[in-house]
């Protein structure tokens, strides 16, 4: 059984930085994609930034930029490094990973950006 957990989320004023971390368990999950998505009340879940294990990455045009995603140090974990935060950069958060045939997520951690 695969299980993400996330951490990182909290309350910060605009312009100020957040970094989420994911690991994902599992002694042979293997994913080919690891990524976060956003969802504020009322909206679909959408794409923030993804990387797959060949290397390449994919940001919302909005987080270009500001957001970086990558490799944590430990095996199958995908850091977000958010600066230059903004209002609409808030919502839950919602680590991603992907193998084939399977879709796993997180449960979610809430970012706030607000004065």
């Known amino acids: 059984q695969v299980q993400l957990v996330e951490s990182g989320g909290g309350l910060v004023q605009p312009g100020e930085s957040l970094r989420l971390s994911c690991a994902a368990s599992?002694?042979?999950?293997?994913?080919?994609?690891m990524g976060w998505y956003r969802q504020v009340p009322g909206r679909q879940r959408d794409l923030v930034a993804t990387?797959?294990?060949?290397?390449?990455?994919e940001y919302a045009d909005s987080v270009k930029g500001r957001f970086t995603i990558s490799r944590g140090n430990a095996k199958n974990t995908v850091v977000l490094q958010m600066n230059r935060l903004r209002y609409e950069d808030t919502g839950v958060y919602y680590c991603?990973?992907?193998?084939?045939?399977?879709?796993?997520w997180g449960q979610g951690t809430q970012v706030t950006v607000s004065s």
């Open positions: 991603n990973a992907r193998n084939v045939g399977n879709n796993f």
């Open positions: 599992g002694n042979f999950f293997q994913p080919y994609l």
């Open positions: 990387f797959t294990s060949g290397g390449l990455t």
